[in-house]
């Protein structure tokens, strides 16, 4: 480890003198726009619908999918809501490690085909819990899009794009389901334990099984490149950066080269995490991910009990808002188009990117991890960030620090004062939250780069090294240079990511409804089970 990080930092040291130059790094910017602009243009293109009614194309992608999925699966947003608590408490552990068949003695295989295929044994492979999957990817998720995001959002559509915001977050439920119950399905399994899953697993393996074996395989290369792409970058330098200016501002450091070792520190604590693969991570993540969420939620919950009175006044301001647009760009769509869009990105809902986590989870039953990643969009964009929002719209009544219908570009600052309008100096809290979030979020970000860097060179000790020394490296120069055009192009690629998960998970979704049926037949199995147990006690009584 020591001397992985100070061969790092040797080859940084020129490097970060050589960006540090403002001239240099605005034409590093200059250049990596005139030669990329085109791919940001294309993955955000709006298709002009009238003068004011314009929905850029991947949004239309992102929430046409989520609609599909959820009229498919019988509204298992909401009808799989429960069950999937009882799921991440450990209610079923028993039938994922044995299988109802064993414990039950229910004759239906609790494996499908590729399970068998593609799994090395018969027993609940991989390597975290539900719960740690489930903040793995909360982790990946929950962060600067929950802040600063909103905030964002509510200045360009008002109080009524949290109603279509709630909206992404409930629907993206749906795809969450599809995608991660895949991820778990066509997931690979090392000789060591070692799981390997994603998108890139289920489109070159199911969609093989389709008859499209070549295809799935492009589409696999395809979201593979994307990942990487941006777990280097929006999952890492942006992340890196936004919480170093943060650093920086609240300590008011003059030191030019002070974004610079803030990014050291953190490339420092990311490699200790990383290095250990997904069980560190999610050994992180499942302490990091409840305490941060609970203490944001903790204020912001504060605050609202604080305004009690007003919090049905901003709900009516929300609800009018949605179906008005008064007052904002655009109108009613507008409105709706910048709430969806928050929603759809801040929860990466049919992006993919989280069914890399969610797959090395230990069970005998895709089904039962898609069910728990369907709370992901929930506690990410439905709680969360209609908290943020109640918050800034209670507290900006009179209007003193926000004007609706006006863009504003510092989210997390306008988030602060709303805060720290009602707790003083909560600044200082939020500036240790984005902190980390942004840690957490770049060390699930490793892991999803890593499985699509795998997927293309191979598995290997030298293959993680390369990889991981690459990761730590943007952490420095992302947390050092100005990103600009960078930035742009690794949030493309993420959302890039959507076009071959959506083509993959829409033709697989009759594997997905399979899997779930055997997955609930078996929890009826059980409850069975145990009522014809009781019956015989209090017959025996």
Known sequence: MKKFLLSLFAVLTPLLAFAQDPTTSEKIDATFRDYTGWFVEAIFYEIPFSETFQIPWVLIVLIGGALYFTVYFKLINFTGFWTAIKVVQGKYEDIEKHGADTLYGDQTPNEGENIIETLRDDSADGEVSHFQALTAALSATV?????????????IGGPGATFWMILAGLLGMASKFAECTLGVKYRDVGEDGTVYGG???????????????????????VFAIFVIGGSFGGGNMFQANQAAAQFVKLFDLQDANAGMYFGMGMAVLVAIVIIGGIKRIASVTEKIVPFMAGIYVLAAVIILFANFSLIDDAFALIYHGAFSGLGIAGGLIGVMIQGIRRGAFSNEAGVGSAAIAHSAVRTKYPASEGIVALLEPFVDTVVICTMTALVIIITNFDGHFMEYGTEIKEGVELTAVAFDSVIPHFSI????AVILFAFSTMISWS???????????????????VYKFLFLLFVIIGASISLGAVIDFSDAMIFAMVVPNIIGVLMLTPVVRKELNKYMKAIKTKHEALEDGADDLRKEM
């Open 429 to 432: 809290v939020l500036t240790i």
């Open 199 to 221: 998108p890139m697993y289920y489109l070159s393996k199911g969609l093989k099984e389709k008859g499209f074996g070549f295809i799935g395989k492009i589409l696999a290369v």
């Open 447 to 465: 892991y999803y780069g890593m499985q699509g860097w795998k997927y293309l060179f191979g598995r290997g000790r030298v293959t993680d090294l």
């Open 143 to 155: 962060g600067l899009g929950n802040i600063a995001g909103v905030a964002v959002a509510l200045s």
